[in-house]
């Protein structure tokens, strides 16, 4: 999609992953092929593929899955076995599987001899449109998520909508969050090709065109700024809230999955946009009745409004104590670097409350 010296990563969207697969394969030397996968991948994706050639010569390594397992001692799992069985720097790893299994597995093929190459097969929709793309890495530590890690970009990306099958419609909707977030920030097009989406039909072939134009909106704020010091942080939208429902559902033992919390700190984040930058207050009303309707009513009270404050000042994306936030002026449009004070948060999480009841 770019050729940006600083961030060359492919991504394709195909419906060929063999033949794409394959073609990569033959580029290294046979011994030197890896794949990294986790358990309930290994049994409904890796048949999927199994049929690539070269694919025999890939020696495998299967991590346990869920994001329990995304930690250090997994990471070290695949760095063994890399080192015991003759990797270098000449070596290419292959991550099949969601965004935990394509975090880590980047993460573990960045690090181990300096770094070598990588590709990800992305298998969930968030990993698809989101997670495999841009090059983030890492692992959960110390109760925090995605607290270690570095930015390195895969070689390449391949996008095949044949995995989807392999996924639940909670899943696939937590997913879908994230396309409506690009259309929110950069597309008033993309947003309304999503919103069309029959999520009750889901067409794959129809969805192979959405995701493609999806990618291509992460991919060109990666490419302006693949380390996230301005512009990238658009692609943050919804996530400063999201990620205190999501701590916050977490910590009380019934966890929600990420796209349904980026949905929740979209609607208050649309508040905020509202507030600070004049997003129009029937764009507002009528995108929280649309969200609701699509992830559900999530109540929470106001007693949790202090905690949820605490959780946004310890995101690692602000600088200090100030809540850095991205907002939309408009349909299409963003404001990042956007600094909120606690009164103002309130209100965003009393807006979202009477959506939510
Ligand atoms: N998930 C947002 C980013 O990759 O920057």
Known sequence: MNNHPAYNATIIVTQELEDELGKILARYPKDKVFLVTEQNCDKLCVPLISKTPGFSNLQKVVIPSGEE????????????FLSQNGADRKS?????GGGMLTDLGSFAASTI?????????????LAQVDASVGGKTGFNFNGLKNEIGVINQPNTVLIDTRFLQTIDSKNFISGYAEMIKHGLINSPEHLDEVRNYDLKKPDLEILRGIIARSVAIKDSFVFKDPNERNIRKALNFGHTIGHAFESSAL??????????????????ELYLSHKVCNLPLATLNKLS????SVYGKYPIEERQFESFYQLMTHDKKNEGTRVNFTLIPAVGEVAINQNCDKALIFEALEYYKQFSI
């Open 69 to 80: 397992n995304k930690k250090l001692s997994s990471v070290e799992t695949i760095w063994l």
């Open 92 to 96: 290419l790893v292959v991550n099949l």
């Open 113 to 125: 001899k300096r770094g070598m190459d990588f590709v990800n097969i992305p298998t969930t929709l």
């Open 251 to 268: 910590e009380s033992g019934h966890p929600i999955l990420h796209g349904y919390a980026v949905a929740y700190g979209m609607i208050a």
């Open 289 to 292: 009745d649309w969200l609701i």
